[in-house]
Nanobody, 125 residues
């Protein structure tokens, strides 16, 4: 059972934008390190962006730097992933994840504690 809930995925043309949202029923997102991962068909799940408990983003995958922004709205208890200038290679299932503590291996999906069910993002070229 997913502990986090993503929304906002869909079909968009290349160059377009989408904003993904992640909520955490029964939890306060500001108490956790929050991440967005993605997994394309036939590929491993990869960390796209990381948000510290302070609300400061401290990691973006090289492939999304300058195009994606992770942020948090404490009043809404929601974490966002704003995705601009989307490319066909951004097509994947996007997952929200949370962890209570941060270690040096945070890029590894298996080290994260809580996950959403994923939301599909499809970018048409």
């Amino acid at each position: 059972q997913a502990q986090l809930e993503e929304s906002g995925g869909g079909l968009v043309q290349s160059g377009g934008s989408l904003r993904l949202s992640c909520t955490a029923p029964g939890r306060t997102v500001s108490n956790y390190f929050m991440g967005w991962f993605r997994q394309a068909p036939g590929k491993e799940r990869e960390l796209v962006a990381l948000l510290q408990r302070s609300g400061t983003p401290t990691y973006y995958a090289d492939s999304v730097k300058g195009r994606f922004t992770i942020s948090r709205d404490n009043a809404e208890n929601t974490v966002y992933l704003q995705m601009n200038s989307l490319k066909a290679e951004d097509t994947a299932v996007y997952y929200c994840a949370a962890r209570a503590y941060l270690s040096g291996n945070y890029v590894r999906p298996g080290t994260w504690n809580y996950w959403g069910q994923g939301t599909q993002v499809t970018v048409s070229s």
